[in-house]
C-alpha cells in the first residue's frame, strides 16, 4: 500500500470516529417509548435519562482528556474509548433494571468522551487550516451519517425487542477495524511539538472560547429537545403512525449531513453571517413544529432543525479551531465537546423544571415553546459572537 493510499485510509478512519460521537445518546429515541412501556414504574425523566446520561460521563471524560493525551498514545486512547462505547451500548439492553441500563449508558458516555475530542481535533492536528474547514464540515456531515443510520436501526429493531434497539451501537465495531489498522500510535503533545511551553489552563482557554463554549451550549441545548421529545409528541398527537416516527427523525438526520457538506459553499457565500443560519433555521422549525402538528408542518419543522444543527456545529469548531492551531485537541475541543454533551445532559432536567415551576406539567407541546424562546436567545448571542475573538 503506497503513501497516499494509506492517507486516505488514515482521514477515513478518523471520519469513521465522527459516526459514533454527536448522536451516542440519542441514537436510541425513536425506542424512547417501547423502553418507557416497558419501565412502566420508572418515572419519565429517568427514561429520559437513558438518551441524556451518557453525555454527563462525557463531560467528566472531557475534563481529564488533557491528562489522558499524557498517559496514552493516539490508537491506544482511541480504541479505549470504542471499547467502552460499543460494549457499554450493547451492553444496556442486558439488564431490567433500569439502573442498571443507566450504568451501561454511562460507560457509552466515557467513551465518547475520549473519541469525541479526538474524531475533531486530530483532524486540526494533521491538516492545514485550507483542508481541516473541508474536513470538519464532513465530519459534521459524518456526524449525522451516523444518526440516520442509528436512527433507521433503533427504530427497526425497537418493533422487535426494546433490548434490540441497543444492538445499534455494534456500528462501533466498524472503527474499531479501522483504528487499529490505520491509526498512527504516536503520542499527541500539548503545543506545537514545543514541550517547553506552558499548556494553558482551563479557566483561561475558558476565558478566551467563553463565546464558542455558551453558544455550543445552546445549539445542542435547542436541537435535542427533539430527539428528547419528538417521539413522545408524535405519539401523543396520534397524527405520524409509530412506524414512521423512526423514518422522519433519520431523514431530519440526512437534511443535517446535507448542511454540514454545505457548510464551506455557505461560508463563502455569505462570510461572517454563516454564524446566523443555524439559529434563524432553529427559530423557524420549532414554530413550523408549533403552529400545525400534522405530517407537512412535522417533515418542514424537522427538514429544518436537522440543517441548523448540520451547519451550526462546524462552524463553531472549525472557527474555534482556527484560532486554537494544532493545540487545539487538548484545549478548546474538549471544552467544546464538554459544552455539547452538558447540554444534552440537561436538557431534560431543564425542561423538567420549567414545565413543573410554571405548571405546564400537561401541555405537551411546551418544550417545543421552550426551544423558540432559547433558539431566540441564540440568535442574540450569535450577533454578540463577532465582539468574542472569532474573527
Known amino acids: 500500500m503506497n503513501h497516499k ?30 423502553i418507557a412501556a416497558y419501565f412502566t414504574d420508572a418515572p419519565k425523566l429517568l427514561i429520559q435519562l437513558i438518551i441524556s446520561v ?20 493516539t490508537r491506544t486512547l482511541v480504541m479505549i474509548g470504542l471499547i467502552l462505547y460499543t460494549v457499554g451500548g450493547c451492553a444496556a439492553g442486558v439488564f431490567n433494571n433500569i439502573y442498571m441500563v443507566l450504568f451501561a449508558r454511562a460507560l457509552v458516555g466515557i467513551g465518547v468522551g475520549i473519541i469525541m475530542p479526538m474524531s475533531t481535533g486530530l483532524l486540526t492536528y494533521y491538516y492545514t487550516r485550507d483542508r481541516h474547514d473541508k474536513l470538519l464540515g464532513l465530519s459534521s456531515a459524518m456526524n449525522q451519517v451516523g444518526g440516520v443510520v442509528a436512527t433507521l436501526l433503533s427504530g427497526v429493531l425497537s418493533t422487535i425487542s426494546w433490548r434490540a434497539s441497543f444492538l445499534v451501537y455494534l456500528i462501533g465495531l466498524v472503527s474499531i477495524i479501522m483504528c487499529a489498522a490505520f491509526m498512527p500510535n504516536e503520542r499527541m503533545v ?40 419528538f417521539a413522545i409528541i408524535a405519539a401523543h398527537d396520534a397524527v405520524i403512525p409509530h412506524n414512521y416516527i423512526a423514518p422522519i427523525m433519520a431523514g431530519m438526520d440526512l437534511v443535517a449531513f446535507v448542511g454540514g457538506m454545505s457548510y464551506v459553499i455557505i461560508k463563502h457565500k455569505i462570510g461572517n453571517s454563516v454564524r446566523f443560519v443555524a439559529p434563524m433555521l432553529f427559530l423557524g422549525g420549532y414554530c413550523v413544529l408549533v403552529s400545525s402538528p400534522g405530517w407537512f408542518a412535522t417533515i418542514v419543522g424537522s427538514a429544518m432543525i436537522g440543517f441548523a444543527n448540520g451547519i451550526g456545529i462546524p462552524f463553531i469548531i472549525s472557527t474555534a479551531a482556527g484560532i486554537a492551531g494544532r493545540g ?5 475541543m474538549p471544552l467544546l465537546s464538554a459544552a455539547l454533551y452538558m447540554s444534552q445532559f440537561l436538557t431534560p432536567f431543564i425542561l423538567s423544571s420549567i414545565t413543573h415551576m410554571f405548571g405546564f406539567v400537561e401541555f405537551v407541546h411546551m418544550p417545543y415553546i421552550i426551544a423558540i424562546i432559547c433558539a431566540a436567545t441564540f440568535v442574540l448571542w450569535s450577533n454578540r459572537l463577532r465582539f468574542a475573538n472569532m474573527y
Open 190 to 229: 500539548p503545543t506545537d511539538h514545543n514541550v517547553n511551553v506552558p499548556h494553558p489552563s482551563i479557566g483561561a482557554t475558558m476565558r478566551k472560547y467563553y463565546g464558542f463554549i455558551v453558544a455550543m451550549f445552546l445549539l445542542m441545548f435547542v436541537f435535542f429537545i427533539y430527539p428528547c421529545n
Open 328 to 332: 487545539a485537541m487538548t484545549t478548546v
Open 54 to 73: 451518557p453525555a454527563l460521563f462525557i463531560v467528566l471524560a472531557n475534563m481529564v482528556f488533557p491528562w489522558l493525551c499524557t498517559r496514552f498514545r
Open 5 to 34: 493510499d494509506r492517507k486516505h485510509l488514515f482521514t477515513a478512519s478518523i471520519l469513521s470516529l465522527s459516526l459514533l460521537t454527536v448522536m451516542a445518546g440519542a441514537a436510541v429515541a425513536p425506542a424512547l417509548n417501547v
